[in-house]
Each structure stands twice: as structure tokens, then as C-alpha cells.
């Protein structure tokens, strides 16, 4: 027998999928679908588009620096008569033998006599330079007429490129005619440093200042951060101290980095006072290890947070199979959690590191952008980093400085690429899958 419904409950209906209202329903859910996925496609097309454009503009405007006009200038040292010692070019010296003797001026007379009055604005002012240094690797050559493949100056460098002026424009037609002028690789930019001349400028000493500050940064930040995230994560307390700590990590990675230049220009350069006597800044200014330093401050609390994430994320029952077959607490970290977490850690480290290796507001605060025409030897030595010369050459007037500007950027990123690629490989290679 069947029992009656209650008094004033509603009978349930059957869903009409078939209906018209579900239709328009399914319909308005599908529309608002496809939507999310164009939009969505659209950002990532648009993303890829200023990608896109940001390589070919850099690559437009900087393949150039990579390359160097040269110009052919024959010199008949017989006939000049260069008053220099020949014992004194198997000296150490002979650098200031051949600058002592006037080879500049002989450089500037013989591009004259070649071509003409106004020739010796068609060389470049380090033009004299690499005629020293092939007299250097070989002396004989003063014994007879030579010539040589000089940079020219970067009037008819930028008239060879279709952006000179008239008078340089119609000079780099007539030398093209000649055929007296080339284009070749610039291999002085990858090996030289900084120059006054944009002809003679190099990306070496401003390469290797990087390398330098990224290894200080990587060697403080990284072990100090994955510690302090252990200690937190695994060993203290959970109470209001505790809890302090993690609000100030936290709002120390959002500040900017130019308090953190502040705070390394007063703690490593600052001048200190104790007992009345004065003491000077702890650590050399505009050197790599300063720098170092003050990036690693900057990127520590990055490090700690994403290690902290990492770590979290291992499965407890990891840590409690490992106690469960007498794993003391610091082998269940050392050998069970780390290496687990290593893949989080490294990934939260390259993004620190990307960030330091592009920093340059806390760098110029610690006079990290100084005129470096020698590439540093060691941690203490003088120095600067690949932004904050590009910095320096975009803010120059001479319009040679653009194409090293672009032509520095490229190295830039080739080293990012490069530097990411490594973390990247790293970390597959540590990790495990469960």
C-alpha cells in the first residue's frame, strides 16, 4: 500500500533537459565557456607578442654592437721614423715605449696622409691601440710599411649603418668605394671593459663584476635562507615571537630594493664609533663583495618563503615512516625532507637570483657605478654589473653607445637564460616523485 505524501510537501518534478529553458541555460554556460577560453588564449598570444617584440627589437638594435667597422690604413714606419727603442719593446713596458713615442699622432698623420685632410676623424681614437698591440706581438714590423685594419670611428660606423651624417655619410661612400672598409666581429667587446670611446667599449669587466656579486649573493642568501626556513618550519616554537618573524619576512620581500642599497650602504660602508674612536667602512666601496652582500639581503626573504612552501608540501607520512625506522629528527630533514622539498627550494632560488642579477637602484647606492676600465681580479676589487652599465651607456650622448646598449641587453638575457637554465636542470635532477 502505498503511504500518502505529506500535507504540503511539493512533489518533485522531473528535470526537463529537452526543455527550452535548459537549453538556453546549457547554451549561456558553453558561450561563457568558449569566452574564458578566448580571453585566456589572448592573453597568452599578447604575452608572447611583446615577448616577441622586446627579442627583435633588442636583436634589431644590437646585432651591430657585436660587429665593428674597420678601415684599411697603411703605415710606412721607414718613413716615420717612430723614436722608440727596440730593446725596450721585449720589456714589460713597451706598452709606454710606443705610447711615449707619439704612435697616436703617427696613427692620426698616416689616416691624413691616406685620406686626404679629414682623415683622422675616419679612425677611431683607440685606432692607435691595436696598431701598439701588433707592434707589441711582432717589433719587426717597424722596419717596413704595414697595413693595418684599424676600428673607424663611429662617424662612419653609424654612415656604414644608413644613420650618419651628410659629411660622414659622403666619406663611408667614397671608403666603400675604395674598398678600403669592412665589416667584421667585434671580439674587443666580449673581452674589454669600459671606455670613453664607444668604438673601444667592452662588456668583459661588467660580465665578470656579475658573476662575481652572483656568486657572493648565491653563496650568502642560499644557505642562510634554506636554514632559516628549516628552523622555522621544523624546529620553532609556535608562539607570538615566532609569528612576528614570519610577518617581517614576509613584508621584507615586498620591500623595495632600493631601502635594501640603503641599509648595505650603512651597514658594510658605513663609518662606526666606538669608545670615541672613528672607524671607516667595513668593507671596500664598489666592490663585488659589498654588492653581494647587499643583494643577498634582498633575496633572502624570497628564498625563505618559497622553502618554507617547499618543505611544508612533503606528506607528513615521510617524516613519520622515517622516525617509524629510528630516524633521528635531523636525519628525517637532512635525508628524507630536503631532498623531497630541494625541487620548491630551487625554484624559489632562481627567482631571487633572476631578481638580484637585474637589480641596479641598490647597487648605485653603494657605488657600484663607477668608471671600471679594468675588469676586477677578486671579490675587493673595484667593480660593476651588466644593469648598471647598460644604465650608464644608455644615459651617454654619443649615439654609438645605443647599439652597446642593445648589444649589452642581449648579454644580459643570454646570462639569465643561462644562470635559470642551470637551477632549472638542478632541480629536475633532484626530483622525486612519490
Known sequence: MNNPAPAGASKRVPTDWQGQAMQKRIRRRYAAERRFRFFGFAAVLLSAAFLAFLLATMVTNGWRGFTRTEIALPIDFPAIKLPVERAALHTVGADLALAGAGLEEQVKGAAVAAYGPGGE????????????????????????????????????????????????????????AAGVVSRSFNTSFLTESDSTDPVAVGIWGALKGSLLTMAVTFLIGFPVGVLSAIYLEEYAPRNRWTDLIEVSINNLAAVPSIIFGLLGLAVFLGTWEIGGVHFGPLLPRSAALVGGLTLALMIMPVIVIASRNAIKAVPPSIRDAALGIGASPIQVVFHHVLPLAMPGILTGTII??????????????????????????GFTDPATVLPVQIFLWSDEVSRGFVEKTSAAIIVLLAFLLAMNGLAIYLRNKFETRW
Open 121 to 176: 676623424n675616419f679612425v677611431a681614437d683607440s685606432a692607435w691601440v691595436d696598431v701598439r698591440e701588433a707592434i707589441e706581438r711582432d717589433p719587426t714590423m717597424l722596419d717596413r710599411k704595414i697595413t693595418f685594419h684599424v676600428p673607424a670611428s663611429t662617424g662612419i660606423d653609424q654612415a656604414m649603418g644608413g644613420q650618419g651624417s651628410a659629411e660622414m655619410t659622403a666619406a663611408a661612400d667614397r671608403l666603400k
Open 352 to 377: 631571487g637570483m633572476a631578481r638580484a642579477l637585474g637589480e641596479t637602484a641598490p647597487l648605485l647606492l653603494i657605488g657600484m657605478r663607477a668608471f671600471i676600465v679594468t675588469p676586477p681580479g
